[in-house]
């Protein structure tokens, strides 16, 4: 199953980074960066259809939305950071519209003793140590891979989750989607389920959740306010959608932060 993470794909200066031990991460894509270091054991990787198997010390970096997987073999310990663009504004530069023929890479000693030591071993790095060590690492990237133009799946995906992320708030249909592509209305309904594996309907859910959710955590608003405002049409529609993704309902998800 292919999903997004609509988490991963909006905002400016986004950062989070976690340590994973034994873990699976199925298919899934978002706009961010996101690296890999492997830190122990061997973890199988899958990167738009292609297999790396990345052990102890290896690296490896997905561009925005290239479609990944993580499969760890047993006692494996990993550490993924996924960042937005905006820590790299150059390097986001020289691959924007580009995939990478290639995703493994061992960075130079130094570079990754320095890597480990600022980010991985501190939970709390300030923004141009994160900047510079990002840097770093992607520049070390750019040595190990050629680059080459977005094939049309990838653009496809970046051209309508591009346009959910500006618009999932407003009233927009799978109609709106076709005119973008330039496609029939039929092809694209079977086209997106077959390279998202689920509806649109369940598809724009996920963005109007994503901003239900930072209203919620970052405003006092209504809930009834916050539910038209994320795109939802009535507030019933808003309780059904959360409670089904998040097993509460949005009042209980409040008195619970």
């Given at each position: 199953?292919?999903?997004?993470?609509?988490?991963?794909?909006?905002?400016n200066y986004n950062f989070n980074a976690h340590i994973y031990k034994d873990e699976i991460w199925q298919n899934?894509?978002?706009?961010?960066?996101?690296?890999?270091?492997?830190?122990?054991?061997?973890?199988?990787?899958?990167?738009?259809?292609?297999?790396?198997?990345?052990?102890?010390?290896?690296?490896?970096?997905?561009?925005?939305?290239?479609?990944?997987?993580?499969?760890?073999?047993?006692?494996?310990?990993?550490?993924?950071?996924?960042?937005?663009?905006?820590?790299?504004?150059?390097?986001?530069?020289?691959?924007?519209?580009?995939?990478?023929?290639?995703?493994?890479?061992?960075?130079?000693?130094?570079?990754?003793?320095?890597?480990?030591?600022?980010?991985?071993?501190?939970?709390?790095?300030?923004?141009?140590?994160?900047?510079?060590?990002?840097?770093?690492?992607?520049?070390?990237?750019?040595?190990?891979?050629?680059?080459?133009?977005?094939?049309?799946?990838?653009?496809?995906?970046?051209?309508?989750?591009?346009?959910?992320?500006?618009?999932?708030?407003?009233?927009?249909?799978?109609?709106?989607?076709?005119?973008?592509?330039?496609?029939?209305?039929?092809?694209?309904?079977?086209?997106?389920?077959?390279?998202?594996?689920?509806?649109?309907?369940?598809?724009?859910g996920a963005y109007r959740l994503e901003t239900a959710i930072k209203l919620m955590?970052?405003?006092?608003?209504?809930?009834?306010?916050?539910?038209?405002?994320?795109?939802?049409?009535?507030?019933?529609?808003?309780?059904?959608?959360?409670?089904?993704?998040?097993?509460?309902?949005?009042?209980?998800?409040?008195?619970?932060?």
């Open positions: 199953m292919l999903f997004h993470q609509p988490h991963n794909s909006m905002g899934h894509f978002h706009k961010n960066l996101e690296l890999i270091y492997v830190m122990l054991g061997n973890v199988e990787c899958d990167v738009n259809n292609h297999k790396y198997m990345l052990a102890a010390g290896d690296f490896g970096l997905c561009l925005p939305y290239d479609v990944h997987a993580y499969i760890p073999c047993k006692k494996t310990k990993y550490y993924v950071c996924v960042f937005s663009a905006d820590y790299v504004r150059l390097f986001e530069n020289h691959v924007k519209g580009k995939s990478a023929e290639g995703f493994s890479f061992k960075p130079d000693d130094v570079i990754k003793d320095y890597f480990v030591k600022m980010l991985v071993d501190n939970d709390n790095p300030e923004i141009y140590t994160l900047k510079g060590c990002l840097y770093s690492i992607c520049g070390e990237f750019l040595k190990s891979v050629s680059l080459s133009e977005n094939k049309d799946r990838k653009q496809s995906i970046i051209a309508i989750t591009d346009y959910l992320s500006k618009n999932h708030t407003q009233n927009i249909s799978l109609k709106d989607i076709a005119e973008l592509l330039g496609y029939d209305y039929h092809y694209v309904s079977r086209y997106f389920h077959s390279m998202f594996d689920m509806s649109f309907a369940e598809l724009l955590d970052e405003t006092d608003k209504k809930i009834a306010d916050i539910a038209y405002e994320s795109g939802f049409g009535s507030i019933r529609s808003f309780n059904y959608t959360f409670k089904k993704n998040f097993g509460i309902s949005p009042n209980e998800y409040r008195r619970k932060r």
